[in-house]
């Protein structure tokens, strides 16, 4: 499997090992990398993305060589093992007012709604990485006739719990912030919560699975 290293400013190192569509023994090998780095005191932070990883590190301290050789290392002795996962369920209200793009998303797939629905309540869902805002995670798994491009011009306010798919991801919104995704429903579990003992309601590696709100 090919990685390509390349520098992401000049404190930053980006391992991308994606080649088309997602590869999850890939992401497992991620990763495992990401945790190793992680212990190297050189590493302020090795951050997993979808079949892809960002490691920074303290320019004015250490040089770019030494990070990159770091980031190869434990890439190639990475190995695609399972994390412990935990199977995580959302209960969604599809449609109407609390999915505007549903019908596009519909049409888009060739199926009514209720077939729209239904493929994204079968999907299995899994954590591949969490980023772009606090408790917000990337969700692998979603049925291919689903993906759908994000949108041309993000909305400026996506309210907290929305149920999303852009590109080939599923996600729910942990907060009120812009998004350039599709709205498909909505649901009551928090994602994110500065107070809990552990705010973040999914982990990486966590399954995800949606259920119809009563």
Sequence with gaps: MTARLSMAGTGAVLLDVAHGAFDPAAQRRV??????LAADPAVVQAVPGVNNLLVTFDALRTEPDYVEQRV????????PEPVPARLVEIPVTYGG?????????????????????ALHLAGEYSVAAIGAMP??????????RLAIPRRDT??????????????GHAGVMPCTAPSGWHIIGRTDAVLFDAAR???????????????QAG
């Design 31 to 36: 990763w495992a990398a990401a945790r190793a």
């Design 72 to 79: 190869r290392a434990c890439w190639q002795a990475a190995s």
């Design 97 to 117: 007012a609390f999915g505007e793009d549903l019908k596009l998303v519909a049409a888009h797939a060739g199926l009514s709604e209720d077939e729209t629905i």
């Design 135 to 144: 408790g917000f995670a990337y969700l692998t798994g979603l049925d291919p």
């Design 154 to 167: 993000p909305r400026l306010t996506v309210a907290r719990g929305a149920v999303m798919v852009g590109g």
């Design 197 to 211: 003992a552990e705010p973040g309601l999914l982990r990486i590696g966590d399954r995800v699975r949606f259920t």
